[in-house]
């Protein structure tokens, strides 16, 4: 396993995790707070979205 790939990888995601918050700070705790009245099965839709989104680029990429 290529361990510098995993951790460039991940420093990408807390990269891009905190562009929002940065960004817009407001937006980001209203976002937070939409998040807060959603139902469990919302929330896990838009879970499995972001991982299907996740896999078909891997997919793409390689």
């Known amino acids: ?5 995993l951790w460039t990888a991940l420093a ?3 990269v891009l995790e ?3 918050p940065f960004f817009s700070p ?3 705790r209203q ?3 939409r998040l807060l009245t ?3 099965g ?6 499995l979205c972001s991982i299907l989104l996740g896999l078909f680029m ?3 990429a390689s």
Do not use: K, N, Y
């Open 1 to 5: 396993m290529d361990w510098g790939a």
């Open 12 to 14: 990408l995601v807390l």
């Open 18 to 20: 905190g562009l929002f």
């Open 26 to 28: 407001g937006g980001w």
């Open 31 to 33: 976002l937070f707070l």
């Open 38 to 40: 959603m139902q469990d």
């Open 42 to 47: 919302q929330l896990r839709f838009f879970g």
């Open 58 to 60: 891997l997919w793409l």
